[in-house]
């Protein structure tokens, strides 16, 4: 079963007078919950549920803390977390201040091993 998409007509930011463009957009096929993932992991672990979401909560956690003190957070083949700011631009050098930052993102980098599998994806257009 591959990746569902439908199409969306969308216009160009910043330019309401462009003409608009027809694009795929993913259609989530459904969500599967931290309690759902910790269950599957402890199927294919000698882990118990319950010590599979107390390590994942706590990972989580780290995670955010970390990304909190400016590291880039590398979690091998898996991939990298890291964050992009969305700001203001200023004048000349000495106008910049933290007050420029308009917006916090988070961002993730796959890995190797992760990025073979986004490659491996079947996309099927769904019917509308």
Known sequence: MGVKFNVVERGKPGDPGAPKKFYPSIVASG???????????????????????????????????????GNIVQLGEFGSFWLRVETEGAENEEDVRASNIKNVLVRFTPGKEFQQVLDGIVFEKTSS
């Open 31 to 69: 969500k599967v919950s931290q309690r759902d993932v910790a269950k599957r992991a402890a199927e294919i672990s000698t882990v118990s549920p319950a010590d599979t979401a107390a390590v994942t909560e706590s990972f989580l956690t780290i995670i955010a803390q970390e990304l909190a003190k």
